[in-house]
């Protein structure tokens, strides 16, 4: 079995930085592709940035470039997130995904199959 807990979120005022961590379990990590959606309140979940299972290709949306890092260790099983200059448009609970793909880095929520319970992230002015 595969299971997804994300951590890191919390209270941050604009302009800082947050680590976000996602600890798996099982076999899957090492060998699915990852990646970070979040999802502010009324608004549907969007891509954030998403690495290869060898951390090789990363793809990060428009929003984040510049101003996000995904990495991965997969002898920790657990994949990062770290965002720096955040502003009050970043506020969202953000979700942990996994792929079965291994290489290409998908944006659509369609391609990944298990998802974490989410982390809220809050970015005051």
């Known amino acids: 079995q595969v299971q997804l807990v994300e951590s890191g979120g919390g209270l941050v005022q604009a302009g800082g930085s947050l680590r976000l961590s996602c600890a798996t379990s099982g076999r899957t990590f090492s060998s699915s592709v990852m990646a970070w959606f979040r999802q502010a309140p009324g608004k549907e979940r969007e891509f954030v940035a998403g690495?290869?299972?060898?951390?090789?290709?990363?793809y990060t949306a428009n929003s984040m470039k510049g101003r996000s890092t995904i990495s991965r260790d997969n002898f920790k099983n657990t994949v990062y997130l770290q965002m720096n200059s955040l502003k009050p448009e970043d506020t969202a609970v953000y979700y942990c995904?996994?792929?079965?793909?291994?290489?290409?880095?998908?944006?659509?929520?369609?391609?990944?199959?298990?998802w974490g319970q989410g982390t809220q992230v809050t970015v005051s002015s």
């Open positions: 995904a996994a792929s079965r793909l291994r290489v290409a880095v998908p944006a659509a929520r369609s391609e990944y199959e298990l």
């Open positions: 690495i290869s299972w060898t951390g090789g290709n990363t």
